[in-house]
């Protein structure tokens, strides 16, 4: 036959099992100092880290670019700002058409133009019209009508872009520094494709 418990004997084993609960443990704070350290040291360690990737990506990768002035007009607005793939020309060469940063071969500033013309072309200025090799040149991205003159002092302009050359104009014709005053530009100069 079972046993049956009461009440009290209920009570009894609870407060029984609650006095013979472990201890809460203490602190030991001699430690404390190393830890604190350690964990800075970690935080220092993922702070580095997460510099020099931003470092990285925007030297090698991507970069934030604004800008300024109105040659690239009327693709491009002053003080826009868009993104700037710098690791595309590591994987392949500059194409026609391409909006690209720059650095200005006789000054040490950066300008955005656009690549009309690769390496071993004939580009040729005449009549306000722009040939490169011997054909006109079809530019969909400026307003129609848009006329390309060279220096004033000729009638007719020619170049030939060099090995790793690439001859660049501003979509704005009438007020942009480019390959008409500096020449064609080398490769090693481009620092990247402007993503619109």
Not at 14 to 32: C, F, G, T
Not at 138 to 165: N, S
Request: aromatic fraction near 10%; proline fraction near 5%; include cysteine.
């Amino acid at each position: 036959m079972a046993e049956k418990s009461t009440g009290t004997e209920n009570v009894e084993m609870m407060a029984a099992a609650n006095a013979i609960a472990p201890p809460l443990p203490q602190r030991d704070y001699r430690n404390l100092g190393g830890s604190l350290l350690k964990q800075f040291g970690q935080c220092l360690v993922v702070a580095a880290a997460a510099y020099g990737c931003f470092q990285f990506c925007s030297r090698y990768i991507f970069q934030a670019v604004q800008v300024d002035g109105c040659s690239m007009a009327p693709t491009l607005a002053d003080t826009d700002r868009y993104l700037l793939n710098r690791w595309i020309y590591h994987v392949r060469e500059p194409r026609t058409e391409d909006i690209v940063v720059l650095r200005d071969p006789r000054d040490d500033v950066y300008l955005v133009k656009r690549v009309v013309a690769k390496p071993g072309d004939r580009v040729y200025l005449k009549g306000g019209n722009i040939f490169v090799n011997g054909a006109l040149l079809k530019e969909t991205y400026l307003p129609l009508g848009t006329r390309t003159f060279g220096d004033p002092h000729y009638r007719e302009q020619m170049w030939i872009c060099g090995l790793h050359q690439f001859f660049v104009l501003g979509d704005n014709r009438n007020n942009s520094t480019d390959s008409r005053i500096f020449g064609a530009v080398p490769q090693q100069s481009i620092l990247g494709l402007v993503k619109l």
